[in-house]
């Protein structure tokens, strides 16, 4: 629509140049303002100029206000000196000026802005920053642009992406690393750092180094074998070795485990000390169908003072050494079983037993006094275990019941006959299982089970009993 006012339009552009630093961001714009009746105005005028992207409609882009003097109706105008036009304004695409005059509406139809002649000429600019264009773009890495362009190509675990509203070219591996370098297939000519640790050549610092033979080193810049680590390596898994063997080394290159895997030994461990530099454990599996597994341990004069034989006389195991101390108890026992036949009472630690006359190898408890028959006292009570015990499986030296023969052990004792003190010499009493202290020693010959090594003054309880059969 018109406004009372008529606008007579002309517009001098200046010619632009290439370099944004040279060019004033002002458009001198001069007009012809008439009313609505075609007079000539004189006097001032409220103006505002807006630029559009669009003939109509649309939100202005750029926009200033001037208060204008006008005379006989001419005027001019710096569009830009209130509020800079940006560069950006004009991009190539058609672009629309308005005018707004005092509080009348904006005035139609709006107006396309247009370049003067010799602006065309910006569109190959023959200078840029006052040298020649050819100057700036000549070659890049010995490559000269074709048409003036030089085109980037993706290589190999290369990718390349434009953004041109983002004004920006993204080059990025596309490995498949995860935030790393992938170094594929390649020779390096200098050292890597993973992680802060080298992988050298040259031993320095390094994390792990390779040697010209192809030993490596972890922790140690100088490997001396096909994997020398200088530290402590976790395995969490199973250790494969296909070889001879495993040698191990003290702190001061003494050799102090080897394992080895061979034909002539068979699997076997040889532990040294790394003092004397002597032998001092051996143990071996063992190489053929026949043999048993052998554990030999010597002393510092290279003698073998104890000796662990899992195949000795025919599958039978032994062990040879010159002292056997027994931490476990304090007296030798053997296996029997024990008949219940001519007693109700049911076997128990600490009960004396005699020979089973109808049962060879086996033992009854005893129901007399002064039986010659005695045979000991089982053992275990009062918190004594046999040291030793001794049966031969599958025949009749063997049973469910130690026996002490010989030894200490609690036994069951009745003071009733008589009370019990240390040295006397004890028999079977009447009550079942039980002993008591010798009373007539003419009929206790063949009978006594031992002597007593603590007192019972009377009733029954536990005498601690030197087994000594006489």
């Not at 458009?27 to 005028?45: F, S």
């Not at 204008?68 to 304004?89: A, C």
Request: glycine share 12%; hydrophobic share 35%; proline share 4%.
């Amino acid at each position: 629509m018109r406004s009372k006012h008529w606008l007579l339009w002309a517009l001098i552009f200046g010619a632009f140049c290439l370099s944004y630093a040279q060019i004033p961001q002002l458009i001198n714009y001069q007009g012809t303002l008439k009313d609505a009746g075609g007079n000539p105005i004189t006097g001032d005028k409220s103006i505002e100029f807006r630029i559009y992207n669009t003939e109509t409609g649309g939100t202005a882009i750029w926009s200033e206000s001037h208060l204008v003097g006008i005379f006989n109706g001419n005027f001019s105008v710096l569009l830009g000196s209130t509020t800079k036009i940006p560069f950006d304004v004009f991009d190539g695409n058609d672009k629309f000026l308005a005018m707004k005059v005092d509080t009348d509406p904006e005035m139609t139809p709006r107006k396309r802005l247009v370049s003067v002649g010799y602006a065309f000429r910006a569109y190959n600019a023959d200078k840029v920053d006052g040298s020649d264009a050819s100057t700036f773009v000549h070659k890049v890495d010995g490559v000269s642009p074709g048409n003036g362009n030089i085109d980037l190509v993706a290589g190999s675990n290369v990718t390349i992406t434009p953004d041109a509203s983002g004004h920006k070219i993204t080059i990025a591996a596309s490995g498949t690393g995860s935030g790393g370098d992938d170094l594929g297939n390649h020779t390096a000519t200098q050292n890597i750092k993973l992680n802060g640790h080298w992988l050298s050549n040259d031993g320095g610092n390094e994390g792990v180094a390779v040697s010209n033979n192809g030993n490596v080193g972890i922790g140690i810049s100088n490997p001396e074998t096909r994997l020398h680590v200088d530290g402590v390596a976790q395995i969490d898994g199973m250790l494969s070795v296909n070889g001879v063997g495993i040698s191990m080394k003290t702190n001061s290159g003494f050799q102090s485990v080897n394992l080895f895997s061979q034909w002539v030994e068979g699997a076997s461990i040889f532990l040294t000390n790394p003092t004397a530099n002597k032998l001092g454990v051996y143990l071996s599996s063992g190489i053929y169908s026949t043999d048993g597994g052998k554990v030999e341990v010597f002393n510092t004069s290279d003698e073998k003072t104890v000796i662990l034989d899992g195949n000795y006389d025919n599958g039978k195991g032994r062990v040879i050494t010159d002292v056997l101390e027994i931490t476990g108890g304090s007296d030798l026992s053997e296996q029997f079983e024990v008949t219940t036949d001519y007693s109700d009472t049911e076997p128990a630690p600490g009960m004396v037993v005699c020979i089973d006359p109808d049962a060879p190898g086996q033992l009854i408890l005893s129901t007399k006094a002064y039986d010659p028959t005695v045979a000991g006292i089982i053992s275990g009570a009062g918190d004594v275990a046999p040291g030793m015990l001794m049966r031969q499986a599958g025949s009749l030296a063997t049973g469910a019941y130690p026996v002490a023969l010989t030894g200490r052990v609690y036994c069951l004792a009745d003071a009733s006959p008589a009370p019990i003190k240390p040295g006397d010499l004890l028999t079977t009493a009447e009550m079942p299982g039980y002993a008591m202290k010798v009373i007539d020693h003419s009929i206790a010959q063949g009978a006594i089970l031992g002597k007593a090594m603590s007192s019972l003054k009377q009733g029954q309880g536990l005498v601690l009993v030197l087994v000594s059969l006489q």
